[in-house]
């Protein structure tokens, strides 16, 4: 991956530079309790934490508009936190909790918010790209400015139905920015074992579509590749790709061993290219604020992790009646 650019002066403000280390942290402490409460048998099932790819969201969301859509794999609590859900009703979602988005019966893979205009949480690899090509078809349609941003892996990137929604995106000049998460591997397979062609983003001029690789450690170059893309996008200019490349620090899921990769990989990305302590470094070099300032958002952070952890401990299992309710959605009524 390539080394960070420092020369340039960053085109940004002490504001945003706090608002988005808040908003990364946000993401980091909520994924590291929600590891410990698995550790601890509260959630179960699958649990796929983004911890260490907190700037791709954060980054694409500060270049987002109300109205834009958002739909992404099940590695998705990022996703949902950085579109502003509620930290509690996720949480709950994840301990299957009455108080989740999903009333405690769908779990990490699947929550939504019409609210925030976020469509999952898809645990199926690759389904979700067609989806956010619909959803940008709905909204070419209702002939209305919003984008949608349509999130997947690099392993997702290897999937036919992927090329499929290109071409038609594409023919369509349909509103979406596809955003490839390129953390490397997908599960336990690098992109170098499973991937010839050396960038995912360049496949999409097989299909007419324009796009670029974005360094995905870097909050503020994520803001500035986010806003070429839904700019091209609102302009009616058909589809965009990003790849963005990011790592994962954390395992596949939960369970994972762990065997496809040196710890030493781990911590040189941990240590030399964390993009919260990018961000961090450039508050403090700038004199934005201060180490106590930072502490105290910190401590604030942790706060609203630990206020969602307890309220998912404490809110009811569902009960035993809500395994009739919610299984035939409602004739939806047409929309303006
Ligand atoms: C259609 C389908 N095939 C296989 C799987 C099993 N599976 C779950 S995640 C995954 C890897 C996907 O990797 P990537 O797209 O890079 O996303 P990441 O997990 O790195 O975010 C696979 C093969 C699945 N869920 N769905
Ligand atoms: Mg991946």
Known sequence: MATRKTTKKPNTSKEELLGFYREMLLIRRFEEKAGQLYGMGLIGGFCHLYIGQEAVVVGLEAAAKEGDKRVTSYR??????????????????????????????????????????????????????????????????????????????????????????????????????????????????????????????????????????????DVLAVKEAGEKAVAHCRAGKGPYILEIKTYRYRGHSMSDPAKYRTREEVQKMREERDAIEHVRELILTGKHASEDDLKAIDKDIKAIVNEAAEFSKESPEPALEELYTDIYAEPATQEA
């Open 76 to 217: 998705d609590h990022g996703h949902m936190l950085a579109c502003g859900m509620d930290p509690k009703g996720v949480m709950a979602e994840l301990t299957g909790r009455e108080g989740g988005y999903s009333k405690g019966k769908g779990g990490s893979m699947h929550m939504f918010s019409k609210e925030k205009h976020f469509y999952g949480g898809h645990g199926i690899v690759g389904a979700q790209v067609p989806i956010g090509a619909g959803l940008a078809f709905s909204d070419k349609y209702k002939g209305n400015d919003n984008v949608t941003f349509a999130y997947f892996g690099d392993g997702a990137a290897n999937q036919g139905q992927v090329y499929e929604t290109y071409n038609m995106a594409e023919l369509w000049d349909l509103p979406v920015v596809f955003v490839i998460e390129n953390n490397q591997y997908a599960m336990g397979t690098s992109v170098q074992r499973s991937t010839k062609s050396p960038s995912l983003w360049e496949r999409g001029a097989a299909y007419g579509i324009e796009g670029e690789e974005v360094d995905g450690m």
